[in-house]
């Protein structure tokens, strides 16, 4: 996520029963659906960041980790409207703890 400078980022963390979702909410450039569909892959870095400093790995490693999680990155965007990131982690089921008694 790229911002303009000072810009206001929203962050929201909600829970349910089975998940937790945390949302970041940026209100820079945005993306395109043709830049959506590659935020995820390393080293790739939209067109209007280009200039400024990025490896390109910053989405790519939160999808990874989300989904090493059982989780899931979801990146909503209009161009010129910011960046929404929403990170989807399943809560760990409760295990019935074992007895050790003979």
């Known amino acids: 996520m790229n911002c303009a400078r ?3 980022i929203v962050l929201s963390v ?3 029963p089975k998940a937790i979702e945390i ?6 450039a945005g993306m395109s659906e043709a830049e959506l569909a590659r935020a995820g892959e ?3 870095r939209a067109e209007h960041v280009r200039q400024s400093p990025g ?3 910053g ?13 899931e990155l979801i990146l909503a965007s209009v161009a010129g409207a910011g960046l929404k990131a929403s990170i989807i982690l ?6 019935k703890a074992v007895s050790h008694d003979s």
């Open 6 to 8: 000072h810009s206001k």
């Open 14 to 16: 909600a829970s349910t």
């Open 23 to 28: 949302q970041i909410q940026d209100h820079g």
């Open 42 to 44: 390393r080293f790739w």
């Open 55 to 57: 490896t390109g790995l």
């Open 59 to 71: 989405l790519a490693i939160v999808d990874r980790l989300a989904r090493a999680n059982n989780g």
């Open 90 to 95: 399943p809560r760990a089921e409760q295990h």
